[in-house]
């Protein structure tokens, strides 16, 4: 390496003191060592020129590059985000479903003999959510609680009293 480096030396001065006599020689080497000169000196212009063109090309390729990596990035942050926010919300119906006391009975097909009474699907939805909500109270006590009216007594009886009418088969 060290090596290389001293013959480039010796080999630049070499090439000065070239120049040096070519030009004080004869005049017509004098004009081909000046010409050779322009020419490189135009050569070394167009260099810089296409250096200067690629420099702001690649300062604009740069440029779109760091762009595009802020849009991937930004991006990447709105599909956590949307993913965060659909996590979440699945989240809250769960929660909502679970803690919900409520009942919603949807009408449904009747057998041809209830349709042919008048009784329709939305009717017997009705008759079953009301009939729901009246025995609502005694269900959500455990079978040992109390009574309100008697408190020694349990009301484990009611459970066992209480028989629904089923439209298949009459009673449960």
Known sequence: MIDEVEDLSVRGAGDTAAVGIAMAATPSAAQEARDYLRRQSRIADMQIENLQKVDKYETSHLRWRRFNEQMKGAMQIMVVLF????????????WNASQSEGLVVDSFAVPPAYAQAGVSGSVMADDMTEKIAAISPTTIRSPTQTTSANPGRTSRSKYRKRVFPSPRRGVI
């Open 83 to 94: 993913g965060a926010a659909i996590v979440i919300g699945i989240a809250a119906a769960l």
